[in-house]
């Protein structure tokens, strides 16, 4: 880790650090309470202010909670969210109304509502699957099927049952989808982006230009091997679909059924999870002793399919990108498949990070997505399902260096730092405050550390 040493902050410190974030976003979350996705915005919030609740017994919490959700529907409603994804879209209103109703089943014909309109959503988009036509939002955790797979499975989950029909084929169509992406036919991936489908923004002519990241690192395409936007994100949610058929989720026909086509189904779901689990160990980087993975392999130039032998540095040391997201997806794979080796694999890419150096972790913010929130998440997660020694006191060293981020003189107490130097006060989940609180209260209360399905950590709590 860093090399300077930090105080270490004890369980009673660190519930004192996040009830003063409770409080501040309970106050006022600022531009988050005008914004309806998860990622950024009221919903988020809501799901921090839903645990804090739990954690101290404070039902100021819970009410401030609902009034985040009332503005939200109040926002969608006359502004629909047109995005369907985990992050970005209705998947994102559709968890935090589950996460309400498994407390108030008052919210449950709210979730049944929502989770139809999100089934109708999905199967009204067009998922491309020829290798050049696909882009990430299409597949991945953030907007894609990935994220809206595993949003269904945690409201048929909640409710019992899928909403409607229609939610039953939502389901087994984003599993469909998701295992068509990634069939290995011999040629180049189906997953693989092309330049003309990277991010862009508007240029100075108004036409879209790609991210800079994105064009100047791999001008000829890429396969995303970052957890946010990449395989290990498909393979988190292939993992909730086989947990879902392990635990017999009633009336998701296509996966937890015991139908021919269900159960083909559910082998192929369980195949191609040991599939992608050898190409991620084989496409990993062990330059510095130890297990991690570039952000994205950039196509060979004769044969397009992933250049294992260009040079690419280890993505940074967080979630979205890097050891620890692919980790993330590693662990999901060992709890379904049962394979300890697996979960040692994620153990030793976990371990590596400690001993990578702060220019290589490039970790600048305590908050989840890209900073130190989302790699603790990730260790405390590790630490409590492989019981592997050492994870509970990198735990301990990496929440003291998130406390020592902490400045009362910031609106929410904790910034995000998206650069060295550069801060940005914000009270969302990804790269805000609210983040930053799930986090600490999980550190101390197992109750609280489920809030980290979200970022695809718990197994679901699937009900038979």
């Known amino acids: ?21 409770a409080e501040r976003l309970m106050a006022s979350a600022g531009d988050a309470e005008r914004t309806t996705d998860l990622g950024q915005g009221a919903p988020g919030v809501a799901l921090a202010l839903r645990y804090a609740a739990e954690v101290f017994d404070d039902d100021r919490y819970l009410k401030a ?23 970005s879209g209705t998947a994102g209103f559709v968890w935090v109304v589950a996460e309400y109703a498994r407390l108030e089943p008052r919210y449950l014909p709210t979730l049944a509502t929502m989770t139809d309109r999100l089934s109708g959503q999905a199967m009204a988009l067009k998922l ?14 953030i907007m894609g099927a990935a994220g809206r797979l595993a949003t269904l499975l945690k409201a ?70 970052g957890f946010a936007h990449g395989l290990p994100g498909i393979l988190a949610a292939l993992c909730r679909a086989d947990a879902a058929h392990t635990a017999g989720v009633p009336g998701v026909s296509g996966i937890a059924g015991r139908s021919e ?18 190409q991620l160990d084989a496409w990993r980087v062990d330059r510095a002793g130890h297990p991690t993975w570039a952000s994205a392999l950039p196509p060979d130039p004769d ?37 300890p080796d697996v979960a040692d694999l994620a153990t030793a890419a976990l371990a590596g990070v400690e001993r990578t150096s702060a220019e290589q972790r490039r970790l600048y913010s305590p908050t989840v997505c890209h900073g130190l929130s989302g ?24 929440r003291s260096r998130l406390c020592a981020h902490a400045d009362p003189d910031h609106p929410y107490l904790f910034a995000e730092q998206p650069e060295p130097g550069k801060l940005a006060h914000r009270a969302g989940l990804l790269s805000g405050a609210a983040g930053v609180l799930l986090t600490l209260l999980g550190t101390v209360s197992p109750v609280a550390a489920q809030w980290d399905e979200v970022l695809f950590l718990t197994q679901s709590d699937v009900r038979a």
């Open 1 to 21: 880790m860093e090399s300077r040493s930090v105080r270490k902050v004890d369980d009673d410190e660190a519930l004192s650090l996040a009830r003063c974030v």
């Open 65 to 87: 909670g609902h009034r985040q959700l009332r503005r939200t529907a109040e926002t969608s409603a006359t502004a629909p969210l047109t995005s369907a994804g985990l992050y």
């Open 128 to 141: 491309p699957l020829s290798a050049g036509s696909v882009a990430d939002h299409d597949y991945d955790v």
């Open 156 to 225: 048929a989950d909640v409710l019992g049952a899928p909403a409607t029909g229609a939610a039953r084929e939502a389901t087994d169509s984003l599993v469909d989808y998701l295992l068509d992406l990634t069939h290995d036919d011999g040629g180049k991936p189906r997953w693989f982006c092309a330049p003309s489908r990277y991010p862009s923004s508007p240029g100075t002519d108004g036409s879209p230009v790609a991210l800079p990241w994105y064009s100047a690192s791999f001008p000829n395409g890429m396969y995303n091997l």
């Open 261 to 278: 086509r269900g159960a083909a189904r559910a082998h192929r779901v369980r195949q191609r999870i040991r599939d992608i689990v050898r």
């Open 303 to 339: 044969t397009g399919l992933p250049d294992i032998t260009a040079f690419q540095p280890p993505g940074r040391a967080a979630w979205c990108y890097g050891a620890p997201g692919v980790a993330v997806s590693l662990l999901s794979a060992s709890a379904v498949g049962g394979d």
């Open 375 to 398: 790699l603790l998440a990730v260790c405390v997660r590790a630490a409590a399902q492989t019981r592997a020694p050492g994870l509970r006191e990198m735990c301990d060293d990496l």
